[in-house]
Structures are given as structure tokens and as C-alpha cells.
């Protein structure tokens, strides 16, 4: 995982299951830019909910099916 976030994901697969979507593809879908789904596929950034949400929708996944919470209790 990246510097800083507890927030893993699976953006990155998810994206190679879905016909190769291009981060592009994504960020268009989601109205962010590229820049923005590298940062969130490297884990350098932890998405608000609600562009949690448009990305799992985007990506046709449920949102825990994209995104974790790795922190020990």
C-alpha cells in the first residue's frame, strides 16, 4: 500500500477485468482526472465516499469489493 492511507483497493484489477478500462475510461466515468486514479490506484489518496461510490458504480463492483479498510483493531 502507498504512504499515509489506511484504504486499500482493487481499482487497478478491477479495471483489467472490465475490458481493460483505461484509468481515462475511469476517470471520465467518475468526473475526476487521471491524475486522481493513479493517485488512488497507488494509495496515495483515499477517496472521498461519494467518489467511492461513482467508482465502484463505474466499475460495476460493490463498494467493499473495491476498497478496504486495513487497520488492525
Not at 502507498?2 to 486499500?8: E, F, L, S
Not at 489518496?45 to 478496504?68: C, T
Request: glycine share 10%; aromatic share 6%; charged share 20%.
Amino acid at each position: 500500500m502507498g504512504n499515509g492511507t489506511p484504504v486499500g483497493n482493487t481499482i487497478r484489477r478491477l479495471r483489467f477485468e472490465r475490458g481493460e478500462m483505461t484509468q481515462q475510461a475511469l476517470a471520465d466515468a467518475c468526473g475526476v482526472t487521471r491524475q486522481t486514479v493513479i493517485a488512488l490506484e497507488a494509495g496515495r489518496y483515499a477517496p472521498s465516499l461519494e467518489l467511492a461510490f461513482r467508482i465502484a458504480h463505474a466499475l460495476g463492483a460493490r463498494i467493499e469489493d473495491v476498497f478496504q479498510w486495513n487497520v488492525e483493531p
